[in-house]
């Protein structure tokens, strides 16, 4: 399969990483001094629990740039990057190309496919902790790459044996990855722990160990965790696993000092994903008449500070 990554940063980077390492056929879309420094001495993974991983001969350039039409197109951009990754989709995706969006924000899959009707785009989502280092560098610090995607209720299975085939490639890829029949159910469950994470993080300026001991932090990150449960409940979404416990059993493995993609773009005083990660939860809170006193609290504290 030719697969192309939209966004080389820690997600597209990790993804498209071991998808290459593995022998598969990549090109990665990115921009920049990243993108010449990919070109020129291609892309190196620092993993903390495999060392250095570095594909010398790695295909990447802009979207402007590529010809071509992939079997899957993995778009790997923040919220905010959405309309342009929609765009690229339109010019080099067909009726065989799989769209398969791995953002933080739920329902990610679901927008897409409503401007690119004639193209298949599933749901999907990731667990990593990644991010970009240095010009052609990412840094993974933590082992966990968990990758979910799947068809949503309804939709046209054309290309069933495609994502089938997906799977087994992911995961002699050393990608651990589930093809689901289950992805509202699924991409949810991350939602959950991604956007209580960031929104708390941002909200308190923390950093990972601040949420590993009693404290306001890991008490907002609990009630956020339980608003977002309460939503998927009106939505007809129930859970197998207490996503409290499983919220916190991750955070307690993480290392100290990190913080999420969004309170370091914040703080870079760029656009961010605060309205798909925060802003999107009151609204659906709205939507399903389902209280969200803490999403509210920083949703009103955004607005104060002026939060992208």
């Not at 990190?258 to 309205?275: H, I, K, N, P, Y």
């Amino acid at each position: 399969m030719r697969f192309v990554i939209v966004g080389t940063g820690g997600t597209g980077g990790c993804l498209g990483g071991y998808l290459a390492l593995a022998g598969n056929d990549v090109t990665f879309i990115a921009r920049g001094r990243h993108l010449m420094a990919i070109q020129e001495k291609g892309l190196t993974i620092r993993t903390g629990h495999r060392g250095d991983i570095h594909l010398a001969d790695t295909k990447a350039c802009t979207m402007e740039a590529y010809q071509g039409t992939p079997d899957v197109l993995f778009v790997c951009v923040k919220y905010y990057g959405l309309s342009d990754a929609i765009a690229f989709a339109k010019r080099v995706a067909d009726r065989y190309t799989l769209v398969i969006p791995i953002l933080n924000v739920y329902g990610t899959g679901e927008v897409m496919q409503q401007e690119l009707p004639e193209i298949t785009c599933l749901d999907g989502c990731i667990y990593v902790m990644a991010q970009v280092e240095a010009p052609g560098i990412i840094a993974q610090p933590q082992k966990i790459l968990r990758v979910f995607y799947g068809f949503r209720p309804g939709q046209d299975r054309h290309l069933a044996d495609k994502a089938h085939a997906l799977e087994k490639i992911l995961k002699e890829a050393g990608i651990s990855c589930q093809f689901t029949e289950q992805i509202r159910r699924d991409a949810l469950q991350k939602f959950a722990f991604v956007s209580p994470l960031g929104a708390t993080g941002l909200y308190y300026n923390a950093t990972s160990e601040a949420f590993q001991h009693a404290g306001p932090e890991r008490e907002m990150f609990v009630g956020m965790i339980r608003e977002v449960i309460a939503i998927g409940a009106a939505m007809g979404i129930t859970f197998e696993t207490d996503l409290v416990e499983t919220g916190l059993k991750l955070i307690d493995a993480f290392k100290p000092g990190l913080r999420t993609s969004m309170q370091r773009d914040v703080l870079a005083g760029g656009a961010s994903e605060f309205e798909g990660l925060v802003n999107r939860v009151v609204a659906l809170g709205e939507m399903y008449r389902v209280p969200t006193p803490l999403y509210e609290t920083v949703r009103e504290w955004g607005v104060a500070h002026h939060v992208q």
